[in-house]
């Protein structure tokens, strides 16, 4: 067994229901696209069980879970479930949680649907703004130059102890040259948060893949969070090191994420175009601030941080080699992307000296 691995391909009972059954989900994200999403899951311990999420900005609303009742998968038990809250104040059916046919299933819908109708006027604001946002524009298919493959999209580790490893082995280099850094401003993160150091995560917002087969590893921020945009490149060159880290070890994942990408497709929620990831393996960070002006500040010391990790965090893996540097894209919630660049900021400090608009990649309107 590999070290990580990351497959949320969804079996044949549960894409069947996507066709039938649960279509009034995937029709209902492509009805608002700007602020629902749905994405398929896979229990990483459970072959057998798998799910669909219906998020409302950053907000869970609905879990579909489906359990292969027979080898071949063409069959299932489902049942759904939701965050507490929600079920307690939106009209959540206890029964519903509770193993049932997709014949059962369909005939309770009509309840479920006013059940979604309630609880996405439910959702606090604090989950459909600002960055909640920014994934369901960034994960909608309208975009042409990229497609979303999945959202907090985290490998599954082979245990605790060796997910404990890797993030310390992938991750000490990177804050050890943002500490070895001469700056001593109070705002530069070693000195900032001394008493309680950062700390890696494993899940990139959005994990997408644009026209030219690049993988996009993407952080996204509000555009007035400017301690998470400071801290955004050392966020990025990890979540890039450890998917090129996971890609070498384990091949296989490659034909997951274009399995995943082409029942997207499928079912309407991802546009046709480029599926599988390109020879040499190029991952491209990106950091995705979402609407209103971020500071100029905000930006310089992003840029700063990642000359920091350039000149300190030396990357041996060929594979996750063009992961230095990363971009800035300012999000357009019209669902617009500019075309992405050949190579990222060589220098970012520089270029930020030189030229503003070199480091950022501009809104455009909308077609």
Same mark, same amino acid.
């Given at each position: ?138 994960? =909608? ?5 990229? *497609?979303?493959?999945?959202?907090? !999209?985290?490998? @599954?580790? &082979?245990?605790?102890? +060796? ?111 480029? =599926? ?5 393996? *190029?991952?491209?960070?990106?950091? !995705?601030?979402? @609407?209103? &002006?971020?500071?100029? +500040? ?70």
């Amino acid at each position: 067994m590999p070290d990580m691995n990351y497959d949320r391909r969804i079996p044949r009972a549960l894409r069947t229901a996507l066709d039938g059954t649960l279509q009034p989900l995937v029709e209902r994200r492509n009805e608002n696209p700007a602020l629902i999403d749905l994405q398929h899951r896979r229990d990483t311990k459970d072959a057998a069980h798998s799910w669909v999420s219906l998020y409302v900005g950053l907000s869970t609303v609905l879990d579909v879970h489906a359990r292969d009742t027979d080898k071949s998968g063409e069959t299932a038990d489902f049942w759904l479930a939701t965050h507490a809250t929600y079920r307690a104040n939106s009209g959540f059916e206890a029964e519903w949680s509770q193993p049932m046919s997709s014949s059962r299933l369909s005939d309770q819908w009509k309840d479920v649907d006013r059940y979604l109708d309630r609880v996405t006027l439910a959702v606090k604001k604090q989950f459909t703004e600002q960055e909640g946002l920014v994934h369901a524009a960034m994960c =909608s298919s309208k975009p042409e130059s990229y *497609r979303a493959i999945d959202r907090e !999209a985290a490998p @599954a580790f &082979r245990n605790d102890a +060796t997910k404990s490893r890797l993030i310390e082995q992938i991750g000490k280099p990177i804050l050890e040259a943002v500490a070895a850094d001469d700056c001593k401003e109070d705002w530069w993160p070693s000195i900032r948060f001394a008493s309680s150091p950062k700390r890696f995560g494993t899940s990139p917002d959005i994990l997408a893949i644009d026209k030219a087969g690049r993988l996009l590893v993407i952080e996204a921020k509000p555009s007035r969070a400017t301690d998470g945009i400071t801290w955004g490149p050392a966020q990025l060159r990890f979540y890039a090191d450890l998917w090129a880290a996971l890609l070498a070890s384990n091949p296989s994942v490659k034909d997951n994420i274009a399995s995943m990408l082409e029942t997207r497709v499928s079912l309407g929620l991802a546009s046709p175009g480029q =599926s599988t990831l390109a020879k040499p393996l *190029r991952i491209v960070p990106i950091l !995705a601030i979402g @609407a209103g &002006r971020a500071s100029r +500040t905000a930006i310089k010391r992003a840029a700063m941080v990642q000359e920091a990790i350039d000149a300190g965090a030396k990357n041996a893996s060929p594979v996750a080699k063009p992961s230095s540097g990363f971009w800035i894209h300012r999000v357009n919630l019209r669902w617009c992307w500019p075309d992405a660049r050949t190579d990222p900021p060589r220098r970012a400090r520089d270029r930020w000296k030189l030229r503003r608009a070199r480091s950022i990649l501009r809104r455009t309107a909308a077609p």
